[in-house]
């Protein structure tokens, strides 16, 4: 960046963080986008008249709530919920719901505005919006989880619906979740519905919804390794994580004959030297308890206690647990074990210097906006089923998966000519702003 951007940015930042103060997730989302726009905004009369950026940092609204319920020993049990309207100008307002003990509105306000480059670049006509509540499953029983689902819909019903807002999982929150929650709102609406997406398949579902945040990461990935001239067959895969999105990430990778070396918990990583089998995945994504710290030997597994996913050599890194999950240790040890590719499955899961410090050393990167756009993809072909009151096969719906990521792969490259890296290949991250951007800008010019 030249002296006249940086100060362009710093300039703009500062106000952005008298109106944020103290948020920093929120404000790192926004600086990583707004260093690759800003200059594009000052280059168009227009786009600088209308503040099109400064208006996308501003949420259109906030909803905060509280969420009572009581668990299974009879005790009253308070938490916090909130969703952020981010902006309803491309579709409804949608995007995931999070229970993780730690949430705040910081982490919400940078979730919604990422989901806001994330679904424009879908190409779906989709909204953007996050919430989620202070809650943590982990630990409560079957009960306590409906007692929580159906508490925290009762707060959030009045404000969402098939096309205001339809929220869908995130981490913590889970198909079933999503069917206790689908089916307080029909009861409170008195009408059926496709109010959130994510849904059982029994319950209005879209087939492949579970696996497309994964699958599509993997299908973004090939894309991204085919225009380098290669494929996944036989590359060596450090993936973080055991949930949703890291469990079909792996099985679409295994299929595609990549070796998946490590996936990892809160408590340290697994590794499997040679690649995990089908089995060894299946063991550990249904391992339950302590279970999982003890792989039977025949899968030719081990657990490392508190050691991170990134210490093992690879060719391709798949973050896909959480935000900030790789700082810039790990980026050194990553591009020190040769590490060459990265796609984020997570949202924004790695830190500014370690992107930084990763571009250096020459590893493409892909962002989560691009990269694990899927899964909300997905979400909009469920509301399109909703809304036609139609089922697609789960071979239609992979079929429209593939597509779309591709497409997306597609619609970086051809920013190939602003966006590219000291090697000349694209600069995916950069790319992704960019374009995203472009759509959200052109929506705005458009509404006057
Ligand atoms: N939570 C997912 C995401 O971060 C999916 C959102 C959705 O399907 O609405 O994109």
């Not at 519905?193 to 994510?198: H, K, N, Q, S």
């Not at 380098?228 to 004959?257: D, H, M, P, W, Y």
């Not at 025949?298 to 508190?306: N, P």
Request: with cysteine.
């Amino acid at each position: 960046m030249n002296d006249r951007a940086d100060a362009l940015l710093s300039n703009f930042i500062d106000r952005v963080a008298a109106r944020h103060e103290g948020e920093t997730e929120y404000l790192q989302a926004v600086t990583e986008i707004a260093r690759d726009v800003l200059t594009i905004e000052k280059a168009n009369s227009t786009y600088t008249k209308a503040r099109i950026l400064e208006r996308l940092t501003e949420a259109d609204r906030i909803i905060s709530f509280s969420v009572i319920w009581e668990d299974d020993a009879g005790q009253v049990q308070i938490n916090r919920g909130w969703r952020v309207q981010h902006s309803n100008l491309l579709g409804p307002y949608k995007g995931g719901l999070r229970w993780v003990p730690d949430l705040s509105p910081s982490v919400l306000k940078f979730l919604a505005f990422e989901q806001a480059f994330k679904n424009a670049l879908t190409g779906l006509p989709l909204g953007a919006a996050k919430g989620g509540a202070d809650f943590d499953p982990s630990g409560r029983s079957t009960a306590e989880i409906r007692r929580f689902a159906t508490a925290f819909m009762t707060q959030l019903a009045a404000h969402i619906g098939p096309d205001t807002d339809v929220p869908a999982g995130d981490i913590g929150v889970g198909s079933q979740e999503i069917g206790v929650m689908a089916r307080v709102w029909m009861q409170r609406a008195l009408r059926w519905g496709g109010v959130l997406t994510g849904k059982p398949v029994a319950l209005g579902g879209s087939a492949m919804r579970t696996e497309a945040t994964g699958y599509g990461l993997l299908y973004f990935t090939a894309a991204m390794l085919d225009a380098e001239g290669e494929t996944l067959k036989g590359k060596r895969i450090a993936l973080s994580g055991r949930g949703n999105v890291s469990r079909f990430a792996a099985r679409k990778a295994i299929e595609q004959g990549a070796r998946v070396v490590t996936m990892s918990g809160r408590k340290g990583t697994w590794h499997a030297p040679d690649g995990f089998s089908p089995q060894a995945l299946d063991w550990l994504v249904t391992a339950e308890g302590d279970s999982a710290y003890s792989p039977p030997e025949a899968l030719e597994l081990t657990f490392e206690e508190g050691t991170r996913p990134w210490g093992v050599p690879c060719d391709i890194a798949l973050p896909c647990a959480t935000q900030n999950e790789i700082g810039l240790e790990d980026a050194k040890t990553l591009a020190d074990a040769g590490c060459r590719y990265l796609a984020e499955g997570a949202n924004m899961p790695v830190t500014q210097d370690a992107i930084a410090h990763l571009a250096r050393a020459g590893v493409l990167q892909a962002p989560g906006k691009a990269a694990n756009a899927g899964g909300v993809a997905v979400s909009g072909l469920e509301m399109q089923q909703n809304a036609g009151f139609s089922r697609w096969s789960a071979a239609q719906v992979d079929g429209c998966l593939r597509e779309i990521m591709c497409t997306i792969h597609d619609r970086l490259t051809s920013e190939r000519r602003s966006c590219y890296t000291q090697t000349g290949a694209v600069d995916y991250r950069r790319a992704a702003n960019v374009a995203a951007y472009r759509r959200l800008a052109e929506a705005m010019i458009a509404a006057g």
